[in-house]
């Protein structure tokens, strides 16, 4: 079974009996808690757009205008980063806590894909069509809160041993680049016309993160955790406006995926 799926396990029977865990000395103490992590997430982007050329004055030519094109885009992969982390636990009684952490992160890596494109013309480059465009997804930077729930069931108590639950609210700054390569013009373009372009755009997504984690504690003040968690980046969404040749642009991406974070706290 995988870390993730032992620590799901576990949780549900953390979740079915937690009132009825041993006192351990680790989780009746209270205090503050500083620490770094290491999340490593595994996460899916999708990116639509849409040309939309039905405004009756647009200038888009025949058999294009009047028309909607759309297309959608998906990659997927690993990004990682570094994060710094600080909060304060309260014991709740007969073994169980609960927890609140502040975290920054800094991360690292890139998605990339490109859109298949739609349109009537055997390149799909032409004006008012959606352009097989190459474009990528960068995650910048996080920070936000994560609440835990958790305790020491049956014999982890006497190991210095805990499970819990997660909850978080986080605010993730990313980058969409779009390079796009077609024509500009309303009259068509032979491949040797067409002009090519970067696009980048700022994205912050509000994110929600639920999970379950595992702690062992190392001694009076220091402790190791592993976290499975599932990360939900909701939507951006934004139009852009093309009015010399009356075209509008929708365009949206969404993300998320799950993860796992190793962290060293201190503390305890």
Known sequence: MSLTGKLLAVSVSLAAGLTAAEPAAAQDRRGFRFGIAIPVERTG?????????TDPET?????????VFEDEG???????GLALLAGYRWPLGGGTFLS????????RGSLEAQLAGS?????????????PDEWSFEKQRSYGVTMRLGGSPG???????SVYLLAGLHRVTAQMTVNWHGCLSPVPCTPDQFTSGTDPRD????TWTVGVGFEKGLGERLAIRAEGRYASYGEEN?????PEVRVTVPTSVRGGGPGLSLMLVFGR
């Not at 998906?74 to 990682?80: F, I, R, W």
């Not at 014999?155 to 041993?161: D, N, T």
């Not at 934004?238 to 093309?242: G, K, N």
């Open 45 to 53: 982007v999708t990116y639509e757009k849409a040309v939309d050329n």
């Open 59 to 67: 200038l888009v030519p025949a058999p294009r205008s009047g028309q």
């Open 74 to 80: 998906s990659a997927s992969g690993p990004l990682a």
């Open 100 to 107: 609140a952490e502040a975290d920054l992160a800094l991360h």
């Open 119 to 131: 349109g009537t013309s055997p390149s799909g480059r032409q004006l008012g069509e959606v352009w």
């Open 155 to 161: 014999a982890l108590g006497s190991r210095e041993e």
């Open 203 to 206: 994205l912050d997504f509000l």
């Open 238 to 242: 934004w139009v852009a406006d093309f």
